[in-house]
């Protein structure tokens, strides 16, 4: 019992142990996703705005490639007929989104993919579509033709420095793909600008952030820092985002470089906005944290009701086990080993308790064995055992201890004085007690009888004691009980029959 209690109790000291541990590692991991919760969404943000530049710079690349191949097709061809010119023109027109191509002979002269001819030198930009080596982008308020902002691609014909093609890509489809209130909030905006902070497009967004020129500039001076940052990210060609006020709006801040002229995507989200959806990451977070411990603490349950049931069934089946090999096959009492183990377990866990042993003896039991056989002499013997059961407690240990030979222990008697009584309870059933079934044999027995711990403190001592008073009542002429101090004598000699 106190193994069971000791294993009990170093099962608990484990159980608190790891459920601190539990809880110590739940509060970091809790309180990191918490820190964390931000990162999360700006990772989300970052990557929205990484997908609107990657699909302005698809569109534009794929300007780029068509009319890098029309100024080849050109050059290689040495075209000096106007009609192929157009149908090369005509062939970029078609397969991008831009509205216009025109073929720039030099000196301002140009001719468009519908062969009209233009005069460029009237165009604000005229300056910057000669000495191109490579493609060139140009951000135009006014296109010269239709009055409309476009991106122009000026794209130079082999080696000359005069000769170029001029494609123009609208502002208003950029500004479509930086439509960006489906995710995030209505308050959201988007914008085109460049490195130094130039507005280049925005669409019909109203915003502090958008109401000067310069977008840097619109931003309060105290975010400076995180303005200076983000150009150094950009520089890497590296998204981000911080948080920044203009004027009395708070925005997260969120920019995406492209891969032209420096150009930057970058969306601002309302902070209310961004703090709820970081607020939404840390409680999803925790949720499927609870979810998971939920789980784990279902598996722990089951695994520990399989775990209890099968040691439950284990320890039933062991009980068995021991009971069938403590039992005496003939009366269904314990047997010489399970008798004295479980007196000496008593005696060890309760030393200083009152008890009492008797030790009998079967009287003539080899007579009885001659004259009436074996097999009768078998029944007499399962007899008693089944009928002594009932005279004493189911706490009491009661066993055949050789032949004809029984030992009982009576635990935890309440006084000295009640030894007697108890004693007079064993003499009592002998009166009664007959065995057989056809014939009825009345058995008698010789008993000696000792006190624990007066006559012995351990179980040979008690047991030699007990054994000397069963000598007495046999001396006496059997069919007796006797106590080793003859305490029995001091009340009155009793007899059996």
């Known amino acids: 019992m106190k193994e069971e209690h000791r294993k009990w109790g170093q099962w608990l000291v484990l159980a608190v142990c790891m459920t601190v541990v539990i809880i110590f590692m739940l509060y970091n991991f809790l309180t990191k996703i918490k820190r964390d919760g931000a990162a999360f969404y700006e990772s989300d943000m970052t990557e929205i705005a990484d997908n609107h530049a990657d699909q302005i710079n698809s569109e534009l690349m794929q300007v780029t490639a068509a009319g890098k191949t029309a100024a080849q097709i050109i050059a290689l061809e040495k075209a000096t007929d106007e009609k192929e010119i157009m149908n090369v023109m005509a062939a970029v027109f078609d397969c991008t989104e831009a509205y216009e191509v025109i073929y720039h002979k030099g000196n301002g002269a140009g001719i468009n993919h519908e062969g009209k001819k233009l005069d460029l030198t009237q165009c604000t930009y005229y300056r910057l579509i000669f000495r191109a080596s490579d493609v060139k982008y140009t951000f135009v308020k006014d296109d010269g033709i239709g009055g409309q902002e476009a991106v122009l691609f000026v794209i ?97 801040v969120i920019y995406a470089p ?45 695994f520990a009701v399989i775990n209890i049931s099968n040691k439950k069934k284990n320890k039933e089946h062991d009980r068995l086990l021991r009971e069938k090999a403590d039992t005496d096959l003939l009366t269904g009492l ?125 179980f040979e001592t008690l047991y030699k004691s007990a054994d000397k008073a069963l000598y007495k009542a046999k001396k006496r002429g059997k069919n007796q009980l006797a106590f080793v101090d003859d305490r029995d004598r001091a009340a009155e000699k009793t007899e059996l029959a």
């Open 334 to 458: 314990s047997n010489k080993l399970a008798t004295e183990r479980k007196i000496k377990e008593y005696m060890e866990e309760y030393p200083e308790s009152l008890a009492m042993m008797f030790v009998l003896d079967i009287d003539n039991f080899k007579k009885i064995n001659d004259t009436m056989g074996h097999a009768f002499g078998d029944e007499v013997l399962r007899s008693f055992g089944k009928s002594i059961s009932s005279v004493f407690r189911v706490t009491d240990i009661i066993g055949r201890t050789g032949g004809d030979e029984f030992t009982i222990f009576l635990k935890f008697m309440k006084s000295d004085a009640n030894t007697l009584k108890e004693a007079e309870k064993l003499v009592n059933f002998f009166k009664d007690f007959t065995t057989g079934e056809y014939v009825k044999y009345s058995a008698t027995a010789s008993i000696g009888a000792a006190v624990f711990p007066t006559h012995g403190s351990d």
């Open 258 to 302: 492209l891969s032209i002229n420096d150009w930057i995507v970058v969306i601002g989200a309302d902070q209310s906005f961004v703090d709820k959806k970081e607020k939404r990451y840390w409680q999803d977070a925790v949720a499927m944290v609870y979810q998971l411990l939920a789980i784990v603490f279902i598996c722990l349950l089951i």
């Open 156 to 252: 130079p014909i082999g080696d000359s420095i005069e000769e170029n093609l001029l494609v123009y890509y609208p502002m208003e489809r950029i500004g479509k793909m930086l439509r960006v209130n489906s995710e995030f909030d209505s308050d959201a905006f988007a914008a085109l600008i460049d490195l130094d902070g130039n507005i280049i497009e925005s669409g019909d967004y109203q915003s502090e952030f958008l109401s000067g020129p310069n977008f840097w500039a619109n931003i309060s001076v105290e975010y400076r820092t995180s303005v200076n940052k983000a150009k150094v990210q950009i520089m890497g060609q590296l998204p981000g985002c911080f948080e920044a006020r203009a004027a009395d709006e708070e925005k997260t």
